[in-house]
């Protein structure tokens, strides 16, 4: 499958805009990104990096935005047409935004989201 980075982005908003209001409004200091693939995991579809919502104190400030990072190529390898690609981006960002919230892999595979 092949997209362009501009394309695939879109669609990543577009997932984005999917997750309810009250849920994106809750989000705090965390950035979305695209990248082409993972250095060390090239398969790997997403990843989140930083502090979960959960695991914040007092002492969490003039920190650097979370990052959630959706990597195209890994994405792309494993879609035949751009509606499994809408699909796995939806997957993938519900995936590393319940992360940003703390909720961890095992919740995740329990609720269908693994």
């Known amino acids: 499958m092949d997209m362009t980075r501009r394309r695939f982005e879109e669609l990543v908003s577009d997932a984005l805009d999917t ?26 579809l997403g990843l989140y990096e ?9 002492n969490y400030g003039g920190v650097l935005p979370d990052r959630i990072t959706i990597y195209q190529d890994a994405i792309l390898d494993i879609c035949d047409d751009e509606d499994d690609v ?3 981006i ?14 961890d892999e095992e919740t995740l595979e329990e609720l269908g989201w693994g």
Do not use: C, K, W, Y
């Not at 994106?24 to 995991?41: F, G, I, K, P, Q």
């Open 50 to 58: 930083g502090v979960a919502l959960t695991e914040r104190t007092s």
């Open 86 to 88: 809408v699909h796995e």
């Open 90 to 103: 939806a997957v993938t960002v519900v995936h590393e935004v319940a992360h940003h919230f703390g909720i």
């Open 19 to 44: 997750l309810p209001p009250d849920l994106t409004a809750a989000m705090d200091n965390v950035v979305v990104l695209v990248e082409d693939r993972h250095d060390s995991d090239p398969e790997l």
